[in-house]
């Protein structure tokens, strides 16, 4: 009979590091999640790449998207305090995706 616990991500409960990766990962799009409801229309685009310590790095799909977040880092700013878990945040830096290109 074929295991089927693993094939709903959501469910996979794995052990040691790989199970620390895996709620990291969950963590993190649920912050995602939370920032992107918050943010105005005019920064769509934009996405929580990393957090380190007390500095978020945001990932901006295309320049036009990074020069408006750059304009508005003190709103973006108080966007991301709201949000639990992210009030310790200090600063930002926005970048553009290079990938997408």
Known sequence: ???KSKENPTNFIAEGSLGLLFE???AHNRLNALFNKQLPAELTGLS???VDGHKVFLAAENAAVA???QRQKTKL???IKKIDGLAE???ISVKVDEKKY
Do not use: E, P, V, Y
């Open 48 to 50: 929580l790449c990393l």
């Open 89 to 91: 945040t200090k600063s």
């Open 24 to 26: 990291k990962a969950k």
């Open 77 to 79: 700013l108080s966007i």
């Open 1 to 3: 009979m074929q295991d």
């Open 67 to 69: 020069f408006r977040a």
